[in-house]
């Protein structure tokens, strides 16, 4: 029989790396598990915003959190989670393979995932031109002609942002009007490099094999361009967690504390698949997966017999 654990992490991004370190160093019984370490870092291009390693790629970055983790000797476990369920002692957490895991607490990191337009060329030039973090890549065009597909908050801040670095943008939307914040909406409609796309959606991405070079619209309009952000929400991979009954706020993030501290005793959350913060950057994560193990820590310590 397997021995029970302190604390099992569930996602292996910088939120859940980040926790095992900080878990293994509070010398608990750690396990992390995730069907692959590095999460989205995989496939980030640049991270020129992790502080002290400007220009890292998301791939090596991610590397470097795994290398420091294993030098603690944590079990990482490859596999999926597909449910967790409270026990006597703790959480049993099963895996696809019919394995259990069994944690006296347990901590969710497993993210979100960005939601995707589903058009031709996207998942080709995903990383080539098509991005999905505007505050990750939009830096890297300077003096480049963008586009950003959305037409909510995050879109109009997107916006803002990119055309800081741009030589033009196009901000796309499906609707008349945008559905930010008037003042948003206000300082883009405003904003010289901006030209507003309204009443439209991309029909396609074309490129040279390469990057991007092109959008067609379902207008029939086409528009050539260096890199288009695509930003039309995102979907918090809550389902674990909503089953074993944690709550999550309307967007379907988990609501924590400012101690990452769930609704339940002993389950806490981490990084992109909480509302700790609207700023979703590898930082914040890796800060609130460290956070999570020190409450861990002292949970368990009021908690020891």
């Not at 640049?46 to 983790?69: A, E, R, S, Y």
């Not at 948003?184 to 029909?203: D, M, N, R």
């Not at 379902?218 to 909503?242: C, M, Q, R, S, Y």
Request: aromatic share 8%; proline share 3%.
């Amino acid at each position: 029989m397997q021995e029970t654990s302190d604390v099992i992490i569930i996602g292996g991004g910088a939120a859940g790396l980040a926790a095992a370190l900080y878990a293994a160093r509070f010398k608990l019984q750690t396990k992390i598990i995730a069907k692959e370490f590095g999460g989205t870092g995989n496939i980030a291009h640049l991270v020129d915003n992790w502080i002290g390693d400007p220009g890292v790629t998301g791939w090596d970055l991610m590397q470097k959190f795994i290398k420091h983790v294993e030098s603690y000797q944590v079990p990482m476990i490859t596999g999926e989670v597909t449910a967790v369920t409270k026990t006597e002692t703790g959480f049993a957490v099963r895996l696809s393979d019919e394995t259990i895991h069994e944690g006296r607490t347990v901590l969710f990191t497993n993210g979100m995932i960005h939601k995707k337009l589903g058009v031709p060329g996207e998942e080709q030039y995903q990383g080539k031109g098509v991005h999905y973090c505007y505050t990750c890549d939009g830096p890297l065009y300077k003096n480049k002609v963008l586009a950003i597909m959305g037409g909510s908050d995050s879109a109009a801040l997107g916006s803002l942002f990119l055309a800081e670095y741009a030589s033009k943008l196009y901000t796309i939307y499906r609707r008349d009007h945008m559905t930010a914040e008037p003042i948003s909406v206000e300082k883009v409609s405003q904003h010289p490099k901006i030209e507003l796309v309204p009443k439209s959606t991309i029909a396609e991405i074309i490129g040279d094999g390469k990057k991007v070079s092109q959008l067609k619209l379902d207008t029939g309009k086409t528009i050539d361009l260096d890199g288009l952000f695509i930003e039309i929400g995102h979907l918090p991979l809550n389902e674990l967690a909503v089953k074993l009954g944690v709550k999550v706020d309307s967007h379907g993030f988990i609501d924590v504390t400012k101690k990452q501290e769930t609704n339940m005793p002993g389950v806490y959350a981490a990084g992109d698949i909480t509302n700790a913060t609207e700023l979703k950057q590898f930082i914040t994560s890796a800060s609130e997966g460290s956070i999570a193990a020190q409450s861990i820590y002292n949970y368990l310590q009021g908690t020891a017999q």
